[in-house]
């Protein structure tokens, strides 16, 4: 099973649909959130096992609503070592792209949501890092 941590936006849009599609959801706690849900089964062999947010009992709200959950790190930094990979899922406060560094250099498997950065140099600095360390690492949106 593929360990993996969601790391901010646990609350809006993609945080909610990885949750979704990762993890078993409660489902009447789910559709009482008013949250999407996709009605699809949990992809197998990877689940949402460590949450993170800046924002005071977002974490713990979404982890009683998953199965699966075992670690709500008081710092995101406390996920390296503990999952094979993050998802860094807020795009709305343009956060992500700064808290890819930490795991980059740790070379945690990240997945840094769109956009990469708007500021340039900032995206040339984590592309930098990504070619020094290794690290896997991928940024993309579904949309042109």
Not at 22 to 48: C, F, G
Not at 111 to 121: E, I, T, V
Request: glycine share 6%; with cysteine; hydrophobic share 45%.
């Amino acid at each position: 099973m593929v360990k993996l941590g969601l790391v901010g936006g646990v609350d809006i849009f993609h945080g909610i649909a990885f949750s979704a599609l990762l993890n078993e959801i409660d489902k009447e706690a789910w559709a009482e959130a008013k949250y999407w849900n996709p009605n699809v089964p949990p992809l197998e062999n990877a689940s949402i096992t460590a949450i993170w947010d800046p924002k005071p009992g977002v974490a713990e709200r979404r982890a009683k609503l998953l199965q699966g959950v075992e670690l709500l790190p008081q710092r995101m930094e406390d996920m390296i070592g503990q999952v094979d990979g993050v998802l860094l899922a807020d795009d709305v406060t343009q956060r992500h792209q700064k808290r890819a560094f930490a795991f980059i250099e740790a070379g945690v498997p990240t997945f840094c949501d769109k956009p990469l950065s708007r500021d340039p140099q900032e995206a040339e600095e984590i592309v930098k890092l990504v070619r020094v360390t290794e690290a896997k690492f991928m940024s993309s949106s579904a949309l042109g």
